[in-house]
């Protein structure tokens, strides 16, 4: 296995990144890493919260054969521009930066060009494909098929009730902070912000966060591209993913009308990690310490040879 740093632009900005290819012959193909949500680098962490996602698959595909990109989100770690007024629009404007950059990499075929997106990249790898038609395939890891709101309402939901269980002094100031008395209230109240503000950021949560972003993905229906989308997908989900049902992930076969792999993997959490317990947030961060079930590395490396013909 051999590492490039990479810089590419998208629009003004550059973004920074790493091409890992496999040792000897040209890679089988190569697969473009999109981000879940947050301001995430390359290999898929966010301050203080490591999980190296892609890291950790991008080692495994070149094992196989397999190239990859991945690339610090804008205004994250290397890349420049300003994740706090970047929206959904922008993240797949920057993939296809880096789809664009891929197929005119010498070591790369731009014929064998696979879009892997992981939480909100997955939700937003359908529309990424149907502005690059070209690509071979869609690998969507923990997608969600709902609306924002509805999401946002069953994500509080699942907070109450880690918050209630937090005991003493820590456990009544988280309640304090982040505890929701009526979480759909709480979405209705938060999009009719977004929406009539005319600054570019609004505060959520003690953060001050991008107005564009929220705007964008209360509006976003992700079936709307499915349904349009002819590209080979395999979805695969977790049995203890509960920011991404894995329920969602069942039902993609019946939107898309193109050739769909659906895996459900028992007991694994939206961090790819095995979770015996009930999945909860404060779980996420001891899940970053385990390594990631090797089952998703086998079936998207297995998937990816069947789409090239690779042995």
């Not at 991945?70 to 521009?81: I, L, P, Q, T, V």
């Not at 359908?126 to 994500?155: H, Q, V, Y």
């Amino acid at each position: 296995m051999r590492t490039e740093p990479v810089v590419f632009r998208s629009g003004q900005i550059a973004l920074a990144g790493t091409l890992t290819l496999p040792p000897g012959e040209a890679p089988s193909g190569c697969v473009i890493m999109v981000h879940g949500s947050g301001p995430q680098d390359r290999d898929g962490n966010i301050s203080g919260f490591s999980v190296q996602i892609f890291k950790l698959l991008a080692e495994h595909l070149a094992e196989q054969g397999i190239a990859s990109l991945r690339y610090d989100k804008r205004g994250c770690a290397a890349s420049e521009g300003d994740f706090k007024t970047a929206g959904l629009s922008d993240m797949v404007s920057d993939a296809c930066a880096a789809i664009d950059y891929a197929c005119q990499h010498p070591a790369l075929a731009r014929e064998k060009i696979f879009v892997l997106g992981h939480s909100e990249g997955a939700v937003l790898a359908p529309e990424i494909g149907l502005r690059r038609p070209s690509i071979t395939g869609i690998i969507m890891l923990c997608a969600s098929l709902r609306s924002f709101e509805e999401d946002g309402i069953k994500n509080a939901e699942v907070l109450n009730r880690d918050l209630e269980k937090m005991t003493g002094v820590r456990g009544v100031l988280a309640r304090w902070l982040f505890y929701s008395r009526n979480p759909a209230k709480s979405m209705a109240r938060l999009r009719k912000k977004v929406e009539t503000t005319k600054a570019r950021q609004v505060w959520v949560s003690f953060t001050r966060v991008s107005t564009k972003f929220y705007k964008e993905t209360f509006n976003y229906d992700v079936k709307s591209y499915l349904r349009k989308s002819q590209h080979p997908v395999l979805a695969i989900g977790g049995g203890k993913d509960f920011q991404c049902h894995p329920d969602d992930t069942r039902q993609i076969p019946f939107v898309t009308p193109g050739e769909t792999s659906v895996h459900i993997i028992d007991n694994m959490d939206h961090m790819l990690r095995a979770q015996e317990g009930a999945p909860t947030l404060l779980s996420y961060k001891d899940s970053g310490k385990m390594p990631m079930v090797p089952t998703v590395n086998a079936l998207v490396s297995g998937w990816i040879k069947s789409k090239v013909g690779a042995p």
